[in-house]
């Protein structure tokens, strides 16, 4: 394996390791102060175990995402030195400000787990607010960085070299609003399903325990206006890739050739070779109308620029496609959800729905990975487009598959341990004979 | 504000961020090194102190060597990449420190009651505490005596081994992980104050701690006049050395002073101030250099703008910041009739 190849690899999984760890971060705070709220509103103790539980799951994934975006802070140097001599002084500013609104959400955390019995139950509330704003701001400020990468602004390149460097205007860059809209509503999207999903798999088995019934309507009341709202900032994200990333756009297509009235492509297997698509499904005219909101209009493809600055197509394309398609699916649930919720019809009573929440569990964190490695993969060969290569920024140390199989043994060690626990936690039916007055069946229609 | 006088503001930002995260970082990383130390008839009431005063401020406490990495990419960004090129072994050794440090801590805290398993991951918790402030210590150790170059392409060795291991690299690791135990060791006396015999037990590893930091700092000293030439002279030849080294003395003496006569709050001023004072005496030795013997702090700072508006946002956070932390310091750590007892 080349330096450059394991120097991407251990990015990647650093990345993808993070991402999970980022996401809970920005959505488990939301569904904790939620069921603060509701007990506090109703004096039902089951949200007072639902918020306590999801506190210690939030300190969970809290700490191992802190931990492994210690671990990116850094890596963005070990791994990518040059990249970080260039970028540094123009993106510096949205790290630095997610610097604070990090510590913000550390300090807040911390106040929020061990003052359960040392504050009002006002300030207490207050501290679990801001935690979920703080960790929403900080996942933006991150994001407006790596849109930068896609989308760089804000300085001038002379003969190679950057000069006139305004941060503002990197961070005002044209890609940070479709990318921040779009992230933070897959984290509450994917933390409000994941948490559906566990506890609608649960009902499945006891259909009447009030503890999951509650669980259930928090998550969803968390995830489905979220996923609803997913599709229309995919919309901007697109028309705005075909606008101003059209490569990118093209390999998520796999859009070989420019042309008017593009199909859009459903699944198959880019030929890059061939320069064609096999096994796929074609709507006539649908990239376009897509893309350009107009059934005409000409779609820019990979032939408009050199061969070597094609990302990996069938990578991308496939990522593209699970995104869509799982995302999808989640829009689709959570209008089901909403639908018998509105009837008001007994959500944890409808086994169907339940074993699509419970199937929809996992599909967000699926989403964002396939959803990130379109953006990264998509921007190849570039770490910033247009401007430095990614072969150009790589460390030149040697022996870069030693850390990267280190890191992986790591993360896939850390990841059990994570998941164990969180069943252990905040999964699990709560059994305990004190916890026997949580047992209480829920009322005929879920609460929430 | 000139692009220099910026450059300098910056790099003593970094300077009080590393400050911040020693005095407050570096003494859950010792708490961490008296978890493994544990021992005697109290060893279990040992570590439930340890893990009692961490928990709530460690995850606020860790964040500042994320502003001190963020401060130094974006202000300095040739001196990082230079760092992250020639450091890359150690600096991964210390980020495996920190990972599992961080999750084990919190998943001894979280996961299943059973002893066994609570021991496995304060175990790994605890050496991993000794991971980081050692590798850190020796990062800082191969700046000082210049070694940290652009790799000049002769073997890996070379490279990317050479420069970090030698004694005087080594010495001033060992010299913070001391310094990061001394610390704790002082805070925990405070943290003890319901416990006398506890108080104690922190009270005699407090002054052991004082006096082994004392025979590495000569140790550092000797070896530096043999490895790093440039910051010996900073630190015993130039007028403001002495200025610095008299302060980190009397701190010193009155640290260890009032840790004998049982005053305890001073004790925990007096090493507060002599780990700073050292700290910065570092710093001003090398001075005007970021990375000795060629990068200076001005060659290596990024251009006026990015200076200027990060100085402003600092200015933003700080002011979220800082009544934050003393919110939290003021819940969590006011030393109270209620606090340290269980």
Request: with cysteine; charged share 15%; proline share 5%.
């Amino acid at each position: 394996m080349s330096d450059l190849l394991a120097a991407r690899a251990q990015m990647a999984i650093s990345l993808a390791f993070h991402i999970v760890f980022a996401i809970a971060g920005i959505g488990m705070p939301v569904l904790m102060v939620l069921a603060e709220r509701r007990w506090q509103a109703t004096g039902d103790p089951v949200y007072l175990e639902l918020a306590r539980r999801w506190s210690k799951g939030t300190a969970i994934l809290f700490a191992v995402g802190a931990v492994s975006g210690t671990v990116l802070s850094f890596e963005l140097g070990l791994l990518w030195p040059r990249f970080m001599e260039r970028a540094g002084p123009i993106i510096g500013m949205p790290f630095s400000l997610e610097g604070f609104a990090f510590f913000t959400e550390a300090i807040f955390l911390g106040v929020y787990l061990y003052g359960w019995d040392r504050l009002s139950p006002r300030a207490h509330r207050l501290a679990g607010i801001l935690v979920a704003a703080s960790g929403a701001v900080s996942g933006i400020f991150v994001v407006i960085a790596n849109a930068w990468m896609n989308d760089p602004t804000g300085f001038e390149l002379v003969n190679g070299t950057i000069t006139r460097v305004d941060p503002l205007r990197a961070m005002a860059n044209g890609a940070a609003f479709q990318q921040t809209l779009h992230m933070t509503l897959a984290a509450y999207a994917t933390t409000g399903f994941a948490v559906a999903g566990i506890h609608a798999f649960l009902l499945l088995r006891d259909p009447l325990n009030g503890f999951h019934r509650r669980a259930l309507s928090l998550g969803l009341a968390l995830g489905a206006p979220a996923a609803i709202l997913q599709p229309l900032s995919g919309d901007l994200s697109a028309r705005y890739l075909a606008r101003e990333q059209p490569v990118k756009l093209a390999a998520a297509e796999a859009l070989f050739q420019t042309r008017q009235g593009a199909p859009l492509l459903i699944g198959g297997w880019p030929d890059v070779e061939a320069g064609r698509v096999r096994f796929a499904l074609e709507i006539p005219r649908g990239l376009s109308l897509l893309a350009f909101h107009d059934p005409a209009a000409e779609v820019k493809g990979l032939d408009t620029v050199p061969r070597e600055e094609w990302p990996p197509v069938p990578v991308v394309h496939a990522a593209f496609q699970i995104m869509v398609a799982l995302g999808t699916y989640l829009d689709r649930v959570s209008l089901w959800a909403g639908w018998v919720a509105w009837r008001r019809r007994d959500l944890a009573g409808h086994r169907r729905l339940l074993q699509a929440i419970a199937l929809a569990g996992p599909m967000g964190f699926i989403a964002v990975e396939a959803g990130w490695t379109v953006t990264e993969v998509g921007r190849q060969p570039w770490i910033i487009r247009g401007v430095m290569k990614t072969s150009e920024a790589v460390t030149p140390m040697p022996g870069l598959v030693v850390p990267l199989t280190f890191f992986t043994l790591l993360y896939l060690f850390l990841g059990a341990v994570v998941g164990w626990l969180l069943y252990s936690q905040i999964g699990r039916s709560p059994q305990h004979r004190e916890w026997s007055r949580l047992y209480r069946p829920g009322t005929a229609r879920a609460e929430g | 504000m000139s692009h220099d006088t910026l450059a300098h503001l910056l790099a003593a930002a970094i300077l009080v961020s590393l400050n911040a995260y020693v005095l407050l970082g570096g003494a859950d990383f010792g708490g961490g090194v008296w978890d493994l130390f544990a021992s005697g008839p109290r060893r279990e009431r040992q570590r439930d102190l340890v893990i009692h005063a961490i928990g709530p401020v460690w995850e606020a406490n860790h964040v500042w060597l994320i502003v001190v990495v963020v401060l130094l990419f974006t202000c300095f960004p040739a001196g990082f990449a230079r760092l992250a090129i020639a450091l890359h072994i150690p600096l991964t050794l210390v980020l495996v420190g920190i990972v599992l440090r961080g999750s084990a801590f919190t998943f001894r805290s979280y996961g299943s009651e059973s002893s066994a398993a609570e021991r496995r991951w304060g175990l790994i918790f605890a050496g991993a505490s000794l991971i980081t402030p050692l590798l850190l210590g020796v990062a800082v150790g191969t700046i000082a005596a210049g070694r940290v170059r652009a790799p000049a392409g002769q073997s890996f060795l070379a490279d990317y081994v050479a420069p970090w291991l030698t004694p005087f690299a080594w010495a001033v690791g060992l010299f913070t992980l001391v310094l990061f135990a001394f610390l704790a060791a002082v805070y925990l006396t405070l943290e003890a104050r319901e416990d006398r015999e506890l108080q104690e037990d922190f009270r005699r590893r407090a002054l052991a701690a004082g006096l082994a930091a004392f025979g590495l700092a000569v140790t550092t000293l000797v070896l530096a006049w043999r490895e790093a030439r440039l910051v010996w002279q900073g630190l015993v030849v130039r007028p403001q050395a002495i200025a610095i080294h008299s302060l980190t003395a009397v701190a010193a003496v009155t640290a260890l002073v009032s840790l004998y006569r049982r005053r305890y709050a001073l004790a925990r001023l007096a090493a507060g101030a002599q780990v700073s004072t050292i700290l910065w005496g570092w710093g001003l030795a090398q001075f005007p250099y970021l990375l000795p013997p060629d990068l200076t702090i001005t060659g290596a700072a990024a251009p006026a703008r990015t200076l200027a508006l990060t100085a402003a946002a600092l200015g933003l956070g700080g002011a979220i910041l800082v009544p934050s932390l003393r919110y939290l310091f003021r819940v969590f750590k006011s030393w109270g009739p209620d606090t340290g007892s269980r």
